[in-house]
């Protein structure tokens, strides 16, 4: 087992990470940035290394300044957490050449995955169901017209590169996806560096559907259930839960067992998750996650496992602790995901945590790197808290939600909390009854 691992990341997650490896007797090296020298993942961790100034591009993703922090410390491994480095597979190699364990999957799969038109190629091969679409990427208006007619309007533009929703264009008619194409190209080279696009038949009112994989690249795969993430605004999620209210017993099996087969047959090795469209009874993978990812806590509060013990021992050559059959999935849980922002415009509010107590009691559990008299910066992801509750049954997580959010004091800025005060007392979202588009609304009618 590692005796020092480096935490490349910040924040709660850093937080996390070291958690799980004090609980495993290994020491932890966290990396800072100037602007967050004071920040708790750098008080908890044993040694600390400043890399440089605030900006992330010249810190949090400085990559030299990274692996030097892990040579002078003597780490021997690098957990490079979500968001940053932890999808680059540049890195990923780096650190393996340096002499250092990455723990994630290999360079080779997170290639795979950033590449969307390869990750559905493979999934496609693996046996998975896809959204109907382009066999590739499409080159011309004309190839793309030929496809559009064959898929059936409205058809959806997207970026090979891209993910969490960027250079996506809806092409209601021929005449639309004569203009969204090269627009869509154009954009997809200015953001991704990449501008092939693909095309897939438009699903109007999909859920988005995530399964949480793990998988130790010797023959083991497990999938520790599925995560509703479909109440989102503008591709960030703002609340999270697991069981989804959409599926039944069959249908969750039935996506588990295909996501676990995929594991198994690529070999992958960490923790994953593969992300799937759910409408009229049907799933279509869409991604797949090569990281841990902001809503894991959900998944480890209904199964019991560490999913971040689990990359670690699998990333330092143990086979999986679990079976799929020890998989217990128990109750129901809930996370809120509390920005540093206004609850109406969404406006980010950094600034001075002039007062602070975090909820606890039965069924709740608070991931976050905030204390009274802390200053959250400006420079970074506006997430400060995420508050996850669990019940033996949804409602019961609801009742336990309700009371944590009411004991939350966060004072000094402003966040999210409000929003979410609405959110969990609003008759849809009590019945389950939400899709992806299902927010924008409620927010629109709800300030
Ligand atoms: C789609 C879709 C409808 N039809 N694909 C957005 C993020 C990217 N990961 C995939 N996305 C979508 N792909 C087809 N064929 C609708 C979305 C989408 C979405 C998906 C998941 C969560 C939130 C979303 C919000 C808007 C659009």
């Known amino acids: 087992m590692f005796e020092k691992i480096l935490i490349a990341n910040r924040g709660e997650i850093a937080l996390r990470i070291h958690r ?21 993942h750098v008080r908890l961790a044993d040694e600390s290394v400043c890399i440089g100034p605030p900006a992330a591009r010249d810190s949090y993703l400085n990559i030299p300044a990274i692996l030097s922090a892990a040579t002078i410390t003597g780490a021997d491994a690098i957990h490079p957490g979500l968001g940053f480095l932890a999808e680059n597979a540049a890195f990923a190699a780096m650190v393996e050449e340096h002499g250092f364990t990455f723990i994630g999957p290999s360079p080779d799969h997170i290639r ?27 080159a011309t208006v004309a190839e793309a017209e030929t496809e559009a007619v064959r898929i059936g309007y409205p058809v959806l533009v997207k970026a090979a590169g891209g993910g969490g929703g960027r250079g996506m264009r809806v092409a209601p008619d021929g005449e639309a996806l004569r203009n969204a194409v090269p627009a869509a190209q154009a954009e997809a080279k200015a953001f991704f560096g990449n501008g092939e696009v693909y095309l ?32 989102q605004r503008k591709h960030q999620k703002l609340l999270e839960e697991t069981p989804s209210p959409a599926l039944n017993a069959t249908a969750r099996a039935a996506i588990g067992r295909i996501a676990t087969d995929a594991v198994r047959k690529l070999g992958y090795k960490s923790a994953g998750t593969i992300e799937f469209l759910y409408e009229e009874g049907e799933f279509f993978f869409i991604e797949m996650n090569t990281r841990i990812q902001v809503e894991h806590p959900i998944s480890e509060m209904v199964s019991g496992i560490d999913l971040v013990r689990e990359q670690i021992r699998i990333a330092a050559g143990a086979p999986l602790g679990y079976r799929q059959e020890d998989v217990k999935l128990a109750g129901h849980a809930i996370e809120c995901r509390i920005n540093a922002e206004n609850a109406e415009t969404f406006r980010p509010s950094p600034g001075c945590i002039t007062g602070y107590h975090a909820p606890g009691g039965m069924g709740v559990r608070v991931d976050s790197a905030l204390y009274q008299g802390y200053t959250v910066p400006p420079q970074y992801d506006s997430l400060v808290a995420k508050l996850v509750a669990h019940g033996t049954s949804r409602n019961e997580c609801l009742m336990r939600l309700r009371r944590a959010l009411e004991e939350f004091v966060i004072e000094g800025i402003e966040t999210t909390i409000p929003l979410h005060q609405r959110l969990v007392a609003d008759p849809d979202f009590i019945n389950g009854d939400y899709d992806i588009h299902w927010l924008e609304q409620f927010v629109a009618r709800s300030r």
């Open 20 to 40: 799980a490896c004090r609980e495993m007797g290994i020491r932890t090296v966290a990396v800072h940035s100037t602007a967050d020298d004071k920040a708790m």
């Open 112 to 138: 795979l995955m950033g590449d969307k038109v390869a990750a559905k190629r493979a999934a496609v091969e693996l046996g998975m169901p896809v959204v109907p679409g382009s066999p590739g990427a499409v």
């Open 200 to 231: 897939e038949r438009y699903l109007a009112r999909p859920r988005h559907i995530e399964v949480q994989v793990l998988g130790d690249g010797q023959g083991g795969a497990i999938h520790v259930g599925e995560r509703d993430c479909s109440l």
